[in-house]
């Protein structure tokens, strides 16, 4: 709980001179207010899923989860992570090797594009799969001809997943690897390695953390985005929910424990999403410190 | 573009800028182009009529003005979140600033009915309100508090970094020159953090415009009164209006396109002002 | 203003930064606190600017106790190692902060601001900068605007943290010899730490030199060059040679050889002392005035002084500083065996050794 203090003592030592630090009445007010805002807004949500999730008892809630539905949702939600993940790690890794590490015009405009699925509506991200796939959409009268569904069907829910998880991993790895330059990879080039060779052994060590972190991000995404993929599923029981359009279903019907015991095991990938997430800020940060020490002595 | 040189020692240019470009042009670019093909070709007067009609006019309404109240009231807790971060030790920290980020962890769908049963009139928090005459819930009150929810992790997120790279030697000469407390907040740290709260505002803004997930389970839903205008997309499209439906998610990707490039033009401010030594 | 430090102690977890320092700082003087990175040079002068707040002590500034005085009112001004300036304020905002953030009863007019703000950019000779903002100069430029920030508020004493430290080379000597004339114009009582002897040497009316928490000496460039009063002092301030033995009556016993070093020592097994390199005389070898035998290594003759290095017979290097004109006089080659007398020697024992 107090990690990140024991983690950076001098951090917080270099604010605690008299002339940088506030009346203690001030202080206490605002961690009062931080915190207050802190229970309100954040914990008591995220206690809410759980409390409710129990609410009926451990039997109603162990069967909610290993019903047929919820079952084959969970399924689904998993298929569309292990489809979707792999192909942005690839994607993202390759946007950042050649955004990163060389120089050519319309690089910042390229940055920007990538950032696009980022800041469009879920709901447009979704939207615009029925605009192609649809039955009047480009391709609609062809798939049909040919019967095969991609729209209110896996194939749409994995596209729309892709769509708005597209931006995670690169978003990651541009910045990281702008800042680590492209020295360490010359270096190894000139050394004679060959170009998969200079990934593996140089870029891959460096960026392990940056690409663990955002590959957490897209998967939490991943199996937890909603908006776009209520728009392409046709929310088939069985067949085309994945576990958020299963939680809403659920709780639509006024089955409130069983929708709150699926989102019981989405709020548990939410904290072991941050849970992770601080152990790779930790381990970047130590990263960090440990090349500076040379410098530093 | 000085720096642009055609060479470069390490391998792999073509191949990972090409596939860049191939993916990004198939996966978003392509997809994205529909929208505007099927807009353009709906012609002028149906995409008016279409994007006026009150009840999606009332839509924007809502969405904008929640969004601008929550991104605001997130600038203001957001600031005193990263201040207490950076600045403060008390028992928790750890878990706060780790649960900072739960918004963007937690599935949209999983926040938006936890806020609903928190704030329901017969919820915890929802029951203490009723009492008051307040409620929270089922009318455009519940929307605010769901984008209020969904932004906090943006201001905090670009305040923080920020605020802990100030140094503190700036702040000590102003207080050897003889500024209080307070006026080093005002004319040094404040300064010294507007852009990234500017940021932090837009990013949350542009978050809380297209919401949709955390919104629609507190909303209520009302015609006219509790709507969010991604909603009105999904109705549109639940009764076949394709057209009507593409026509208000063009005027949203367009303000999506708006905000990102004010996003994108602030963030380079952000990064002049704070890497240049001084 | 006058400066006193009495026993001034602070400690930083289990490190002791200071350890019983007193120190008195007469009006009008430029003072270097003088001392290795770590030594608590710079913790004494945020200590003594209120920045930093002393376990146990006292500060008195004009007499007066400030110890316990915030920093905005003890009237200092103090220039930070990295200048420390605003940045999103332009050149001419930066030095009139401290006249702007005054109390409505004591702040200038803004035409009497505007004037006071050019004197000083004037007296900096950076007026032409006044629009630009702090990332648009150079680090001697930053480096005067830091300074003339610090005096617009016409502080009592002039307290400067490393000031020439982040610039390279060149600019920090021109830096230094502007510091002193700066100094003989507006004769504020000044303090300034350093790492490096040189400057504190050039630069100041007495030098401080502070080692691991403690005042090792004080006085004037001559006198902590010329007797150092510990082997800190002596090791410290420029380079030395360092001579092990046995002190018996006037001579010092190095191995089989003596070298006479006057009466005023006890006798003692255990003596070091110091001669500097151009305080040999390079004898021949077979010289009726006796000295140490050691074997020439390398001679560097660039410049109008050559130094030599030699090695004594037991293996120490000896490093010896002479004329390039007393060099081809004695006609001396890398190789040659040659007689070492120091002409001067400082001899430190018993508890000064301890020091």
Redesign the interface.
Known sequence: MSASIALQPGALARYE???TSEPAWIKVTLITVALTFFVIFLLFPLGTVFVQALSKGWGVYLSALTSHDALAAIKLTLITAAIAVPLNVVFGVSAAWAIAKFEFPGKRFLITLIDLPFSISPVVSGLIYVLIFGAQGWFGPWLAEHDIKILFAVPGIVLATIFVTFPFVARELIPLMEAQGAEEEEAAVVLGASGWQVFWHTTLPNIKWGLLYGVILCNARAMGEFGAVSVVSGHIRGLTNTMPLHVEILYNEYNYAAAFAVASLLALLAIVTLGLKTLVERQTRKQISESQKPSES | MASFKNFSPLPGFRLSLGYTLFYLTLIVLIPLSAVVTNTVGMGWEAFWSAVTEPRVVATYKLTFGASLLAAAVNVVFGLIFAWVLVRYRFPGKGLVDALVDLPFALPTAVAGIALATIYAPNGPIGSLLAPWGIEIAYNPNGVLIALIFIGLPFVVRTVQPVLADL?K??E?????????RW?TFL??IL??VTPALLTGFAMAFARAVGEYGSVIFIAGNMPMVSEITPLMIITKLEQYDYRGATAIASVMLLISFILLLVINGLQGWMQG?YT??? | MSIHVTDINKQFGAFRALDNVSLDIPSGQLVALLGPSGCGKTTLL?II?????ADSGRILLDGEDASDR???ERQ???V?????????MTVFDNVA??LR??PKKFRPAEAEIRKRVTRLLDLVQLGWLADR???QLSGGQ?QRIALA??L??EPKVLLLDEPFGALDAKVRKELRRWLRQLHDEIHVTSVFVTHDQEEALEVSDRVVVINKGKVEQVGTPEEVYDNPATPFVASFLGSVNLFHGRVDGAHLHVGEHALHVGHDHNVTDQAIAFVRPHEFDLLPVDSPEGGLPARILRVISVGPTAQVELARLDGELVEVTISRDALSVLGLREGDNVSLRPRTIRVFQGERLAA
């Open positions: 001179t008299p002339s | 140094e030697d700036v000590e000469a102003a207080a050897g020159l003889g500024a209080s006026q004319k040094i300064p010294h002002r240049k030594g001084a | 945020r600017a209120g920045l930093e707040y915030h920093v905005r200092v001004g103090f930070f190692q990295h200048y420390a300036l605003f940045r999103h902060f401290g953030v005054r903002y702090p990332s930053r920030r610090a617009a508020v």
